[in-house]
């Protein structure tokens, strides 16, 4: 595994074809370059839902929130959507000072990240529940 600790799985037993990666660690700047590489690719794919699994993400620095606002940004011109999945308190805290949680769909854990109905992808998308 790299510094960003990413893991990709299909789950194509779900309505849409969806990624899940799995990041490690902190989302910082000597993670921010790896992640980048694997969140394109992973953008690259026929997936319709890319969701972030953030469960072992301890902290995130500007590079970290800038590696997530491009893949939304990019998703978005893609028709795909991601959504971040179990961010620790940290995490949220970062989100909500910076004002990126009105911009980036965030769901409290995994399952609820793979059932979640995302609202149509935009720069500015938010969720919606099934």
């Known amino acids: 595994m790299t510094r960003a600790g990413t893991v990709m ?52 620095d500007p590079a970290g929130l800038a590696v997530l606002i491009a ?22 805290e970062v989100l909500h000072s910076t004002g990126l949680e009105r911009y980036l769909t965030v769901c409290p854990d995994l399952p609820g990240a793979l059932v979640t109905r995302p609202a149509p992808t935009s720069a500015g998308s938010r969720e919606g529940t099934d």
């Open 71 to 92: 893949a939304q940004r990019h998703a978005a011109e893609r028709g795909i959507a991601v959504l971040l999945a179990a961010p620790s308190l940290r995490v949220v």
């Open 9 to 60: 799985t299909q789950r194509p037993a779900l309505p849409t074809s969806t990624t899940v990666v799995r990041l490690g660690r902190d989302l910082d700047i000597a993670a921010a370059s790896a992640l980048r590489l694997r969140l394109t690719s992973a953008l690259r794919s026929a997936t319709r839902r890319l969701v972030l699994d953030l469960s072992r993400v301890q902290s995130c």
